[in-house]
């Protein structure tokens, strides 16, 4: 036994997840480590280590249905294993494990354990190590739903199995008041952080009200937070595109993380600091030089998936995308969504639950009762206030070649995951919204300048696509 069956009896039999930390402790006491050993090595108190170990043998405890401690857990943790593998066979072990999550809707973050992650070369290697330079800070930024909020919990992740104090901060989480005021979203961030890397709130203390919200905030983590840490601290901030209703609350809250960044090249204690902003450029239209300021450090894009890592993630859906029949589900399912994560995982989703062949649920894919209604309606609710984007993306869905249009223009269908560029012209992202859009913006009674219907196509491959 190894303790990787450990963790897979967990995942496979308890809602609740261990903390990255938590996993850590149990590799390390699995390993024979003192406690003394973990926290010097992972760079805690003592007493917070243990309290941690005690909250995981209590968790453990359930799982076994029995008393475990640190002395016990491996021989308690054998039987238990053992017993488990008498219900759930080797062979029907990973079935068991994939069958839940395919169950579970495709909504949210993937799960750190899940196997449904597809890892997209270099993106995550590139973040592991950006993550490890002194001061490091990384803007991780694409169309919604593009799997984001999915790498932001694996780089969190990887700062802590590279023993760094690390933080989530998600601006979904924040209160309306805490947009009302500068003083009052920083105060929210630093309590925060404080509480994340189990330190005690001092911001009465260190907050002073004449010198202003971004020097008392600097001044807390450089005189309070930082120093206490003794180690990399790795801040990751999702969903920040939240505050572009506030444009003004927006521009200074990234003007400081700029600053903090570039702090990093002065002052050796600034370099403790890594940060990873994470944003959705799905916004139709904003003052031209707003987007620039979340450029703060590297930026990372993350591409949509390739016709092969389609059919790798159809497998793991245990389709039967095999040979020459299976490279071909692949390309039509990629054609298209054009890759797009969600939109793919979606398709896979409801081919595993339902008996349809591919080729039905794209026929369908546009109607009201198609499955993708939810994410094409709410491209229409964001299109509904800018005529002139809705008279460009005009020009795009009644032209196969790509076309060349407004600068400005062509940037924010880009940012909205509509259109890609290429040069100075565009083409439209997936053959999935042409249909759609030639309907539903009251374009349906003019002469299509050059249209192949998708929808048409599609249609004639049925019959011979089969689940």
């Known amino acids: 036994m190894i303790l990787d069956d450990v963790l897979t009896l967990w995942n496979t039999t308890q809602a609740k997840k261990l903390t990255p930390l938590q996993e850590q402790i149990l590799r390390y006491a699995w390993e024979g480590f003192t406690y003394h050993a973990m926290a010097e090595t992972l760079h805690y108190q003592d007493s917070y280590i243990k309290n941690l170990a005690s909250q995981l043998w209590q968790d453990l405890s359930i799982l076994a249905e029995d008393s475990i401690t640190k002395n016990n857990f491996r021989i308690k943790l054998k039987s238990c294993w053992q017993d488990f593998q008498q219900q759930f066979p080797q062979s029907s072990l990973k079935k068991a494990i994939l069958a839940k999550e395919l169950l579970e809707f495709p909504a949210g973050p993937v799960p750190l354990n899940s196997h449904l992650y597809l890892e997209r070369p270099p993106i995550e290697d590139v973040a592991y190590q950006e993550i490890q330079h002194p001061g490091s800070a990384i803007s991780l930024r694409g169309p919604s739903k593009i799997g984001k909020s999915s790498l932001l919990t694996?780089?969190?992740?990887?700062?802590?199995?590279?023993?760094?104090?690390?933080?989530?901060?998600?601006?979904?989480?924040?209160?309306?008041?805490?947009?009302?005021?500068?003083?009052?979203l920083w105060h929210w961030l630093c309590a925060n952080i404080s509480q994340q890397v189990n330190l005690p709130s001092r911001l009465a203390e260190y907050w002073q009200q004449d010198i202003g919200t971004k020097v008392n905030a600097t001044l807390y983590l450089q005189e309070y937070v930082l120093p206490q840490l003794n180690r990399p601290l790795l801040i990751g901030f999702n969903e920040i595109n939240r505050l572009i209703e506030?444009?003004?609350?927006?521009?200074?809250?990234?003007?400081?993380?700029?600053?903090?960044?570039?702090?990093?090249?002065?002052?050796?204690?600034?370099?403790?600091?890594?940060?990873?902003?994470?944003?959705?450029?799905?916004?139709?239209?904003?003052?031209?030089?707003?987007?620039?300021?979340?450029?703060?450090?590297?930026?990372?894009?993350?591409?949509?998936?390739?016709?092969?890592?389609?059919?790798?993630?159809?497998?793991?859906?245990e389709l039967e995308w095999k040979g020459?029949?299976?490279?071909?589900?692949?390309?039509?399912?990629?054609?298209?969504?054009?890759?797009?994560?969600?939109?793919?995982?979606?398709?896979?989703?409801?081919?595993?639950?339902?008996?349809?062949?591919?080729?039905?649920?794209?026929?369908?894919?546009?109607?009201?009762?198609?499955?993708?209604?939810?994410?094409?309606?709410?491209?229409?609710?964001?299109?509904?206030?800018?005529?002139?984007?809705?008279?460009?993306?005009?020009?795009?869905?009644?032209?196969?070649?790509?076309?060349?249009?407004?600068?400005?223009?062509?940037?924010?269908?880009?940012?909205?995951?509509?259109?890609?560029?290429?040069?100075?012209t565009a083409r439209l992202c997936c053959e999935l919204y042409r249909p759609f859009f030639q309907k539903h913006l009251g374009l349906s009674n003019r002469e299509p300048l050059s249209v192949i219907s998708y929808q048409s196509s599609v249609m004639s491959e049925r019959g011979i696509m089969t689940h």
């Open 154 to 184: 694996r780089i969190l992740q990887q700062g802590a199995v590279l023993g760094y104090a690390t933080v989530s901060i998600d601006f979904q989480s924040a209160d309306l008041e805490h947009f009302q005021r500068f003083d009052k």
């Open 324 to 424: 020459e029949f299976g490279l071909k589900q692949a390309q039509l399912l990629w054609k298209a969504v054009g890759g797009h994560p969600y939109l793919v995982r979606l398709a896979l989703y409801h081919l595993y639950h339902s008996q349809r062949s591919l080729a039905d649920i794209l026929a369908e894919a546009t109607k009201p009762t198609g499955i993708y209604r939810n994410h094409l309606q709410g491209y229409l609710m964001d299109l509904h206030d800018y005529p002139h984007l809705t008279n460009t993306l005009y020009r795009v869905v009644t032209q196969i070649e790509p076309v060349r249009l407004d600068a400005i223009a062509a940037a924010q269908l880009e940012r909205m995951g509509l259109v890609k560029l290429e040069g100075d």
């Open 246 to 317: 506030y444009s003004s609350l927006a521009a200074d809250f990234l003007s400081l993380l700029r600053f903090w960044h570039e702090k990093s090249k002065q002052v050796p204690l600034w370099q403790r600091l890594r940060l990873v902003i994470v944003h959705s450029t799905a916004y139709p239209l904003l003052d031209t030089g707003y987007p620039s300021q979340f450029n703060v450090g590297m930026p990372l894009e993350l591409p949509p998936f390739t016709s092969e890592q389609v059919r790798e993630l159809a497998l793991r859906h």
